[in-house]
């Protein structure tokens, strides 16, 4: 049994119908990777599979762990293991990063976790990211600069250990030295973890360092196309052009 099975799915935002008839299949632990043009859809995926509201699923089932979860709200997902990290992640004055993951953790975990241990695990993570430990007492994303908000996303996942992770464009915005960070945390998850990851791209930077087992192309809503990792590199080489 796939971890996530999506069949048939159609999605539509406000009056404008987005995606038709996708079927898609996720393995445990495996890496696949969305691509397309601006504007084929790929974040409109990762929306309705998070639960988004505002992603109206007009067709078809998401089925994730043997269960269709069409209905389901964002927080039963995400306590499900479901994570999704934001194109543009928000700014939440009053709470601290430090606390937020803390808190997720809790509810994710269904237990309270241990200050001490806590912190340990999250300055190590940090470290990981090349993250000044004083962010971790800032109020989440507030006066982060765009690459320190990519890092915290990634580093939310990587205290969460989602069973599904879904990038949604990390890497847009982001210097080499950015992106060569953020992939160092997307492999300590590949390595360190089962989860599985679904990586919403337009470039391919983020993922030169990364083992992808699967690619797929969305053009106009619809997949058009699904390979290995060298469908990778013939995008690179051709871009988008031949599917359009």
């Known amino acids: 049994m796939s971890l996530l099975e999506i069949r048939n799915l159609s999605v539509k935002v406000g009056d404008k119908q987005i995606l038709k008839n996708i079927n898609l299949s996720v393995d445990k632990g495996e890496t696949h990777v969305l691509m397309g043009p601006n504007g084929a859809g790929k974040s409109t995926l990762g929306n309705a599979i998070m639960g988004n ?62 200050i ?34 990519k890092k915290s996303e990634i580093l939310q ?12 464009e990390t890497d847009s915005g982001l210097d080499v030295d950015a992106v060569r960070t953020v992939s160092e945390g997307v492999r ?17 930077r983020i993922l030169d360092a990364l083992k992808v087992d699967k690619t797929h192309v969305l053009v106009d809503g619809t997949i058009v196309k699904s390979g290995d990792s060298s469908l990778v590199a013939e995008i690179n080489e051709g871009g988008f052009e031949k599917y359009l």
């Open 116 to 149: 001490w241990g806590f912190r340990k695990e999250l300055e190590a993570k940090m470290k990981l990211l090349n993250m000044d430990k004083s962010y971790a007492d800032r109020d989440l994303n507030v006066g982060f600069s765009g690459g320190e908000k």
């Open 53 to 114: 509201e505002n992603y109206e699923i007009t067709g078809g089932e998401i089925i994730y762990k043997g269960e269709n979860i069409v209905g389901e709200s964002v927080t039963n997902r995400a306590k499900k293991g479901i994570f999704l990290s934001f194109q543009n992640p928000i700014e939440v004055p009053g709470i601290t990063l430090s606390n937020f993951i803390r808190n997720a953790k809790d509810e994710v975990t269904g237990t309270k976790n241990r």
């Open 188 to 204: 300590d998850f590949q390595e360190h973890g089962e989860g599985a990851l679904l990586i919403i791209t337009h470039s391919t």
């Open 157 to 168: 996942m990587l205290m969460l250990n989602p069973a599904l992770a879904i990038l949604d």
